[in-house]
C-alpha cells in the first residue's frame, strides 16, 4: 500500500499491519475484547476511536497516530495567527519532526517530478536549505 498521508483509511492500514504479521482473528478478538465481525467492521472504518486506535498500535506494534502526525506536518501548517500559550497547560513538541517515511515522501516526489523543489517548499512549508540536504544526503 502506498504511503497516503493526505487520505488516510486507518481501517486499510491496521488491517495491511495483521496480514504483514500473520496473527489470527482469535488473538485479536480476544485483545480487542470484541467479535470477529466487529474487527471486520473496523477494517472497513475509515476513522477509528483514539482508544481504539491505540489498543491497535499496542497489539501490532505500530504507531498508527504518526500517520496522522505525518499528515499535520504535510499539509497543515501552522498557522501565524494561531500562537502557543505559555501558560498552556498541554505537552510541548517540536514544531517539525521529519521521519524517513516522510523524507522518502518529498524525495520520490521530486524524483517522479510531480513537484519542484519550490512547490515541496511553498506547499509543505518545508525550508529549502533542508530539502537540499535530504536531497544531497539521500542521493543515491
Excluded at 472497513?44 to 505500530?62: D, F, G, H, M
Excluded at 512547490?119 to 533542508?130: A, K, M
Aim: charge should be positive.
Amino acid at each position: 500500500m502506498d504511503s497516503n498521508f493526505r487520505n488516510i483509511h486507518i481501517g486499510k492500514f491496521i488491517h495491511l499491519r495483521v496480514k504483514e504479521n500473520n496473527i489470527d482473528a482469535p488473538r485479536i478478538c480476544n485483545f480487542m475484547k470484541c467479535t470477529e465481525p466487529e474487527i471486520n467492521e473496523m477494517y472497513a472504518q475509515e476513522n477509528l476511536s483514539t482508544n481504539t486506535l491505540l489498543k491497535w498500535s499496542k497489539l501490532l506494534e505500530y504507531d498508527f497516530f504518526r500517520l496522522y502526525s505525518q499528515h499535520l506536518i504535510l499539509y497543515a501548517p501552522p498557522s501565524a495567527s494561531i500562537r502557543e500559550s505559555d501558560s498552556s497547560k498541554l505537552p510541548r513538541f517540536r514544531k517539525n519532526i521529519y521521519t524517513r517515511e516522510m523524507i522518502d515522501f518529498i524525495l520520490e516526489l521530486i524524483g517522479k517530478e510531480e513537484k519542484t523543489k519550490r512547490q515541496i517548499t511553498d506547499e509543505y512549508g518545508i525550508p529549502y536549505t533542508t530539502l537540499c540536504k535530504w536531497i544531497t544526503k539521500h542521493n543515491k
